[in-house]
């Protein structure tokens, strides 16, 4: 009996995404090895989309001046005017499986 009813896009046993239907005549879930016949997707289209953020969005054009020092604020010591108070902002600099460089910024002394 199966446990999950409604898309055919996944598996009524066990909830997992089902593979594209290839050239063999049934579709295999990668999970429990439950089968459906190729003929249960017949009439099915599949759309997929991509939508990207605006270039302005990503880049940061139209910022103010302002724009470094927003965010939150830290109990840092800044090394330039000796006060405390500094903004902190992070960027992925090199790949997934590193850590995100911190830059901070002085909010008195920028």
Do not use: W
Not at 47 to 73: C, M, R
Not at 99 to 108: E, K, L, N, R, S
């Amino acid at each position: 009996m199966s446990c999950f009813k409604g898309d055919p896009n996944f598996c009524p046993e066990c909830g997992n995404v089902i593979p594209l239907p290839g050239i063999q005549d049934t579709v295999t879930c990668p999970r429990c090895s439950f089968r459906i016949p190729v003929k249960e997707f017949s009439g099915q289209v599949i759309t997929s989309a991509f939508i990207f953020n605006p270039l302005e969005q990503s880049l940061g054009v139209g910022d103010d001046d302002n724009s470094e020092l927003k965010g939150p604020v830290i109990d840092r010591r800044c090394s330039r005017c000796n006060k405390e108070g500094m903004v902190y902002h992070t960027r992925q600099m090199r790949s997934a499986d590193e850590g995100q460089t911190v830059f901070f910024t002085c909010i008195h002394c920028r």
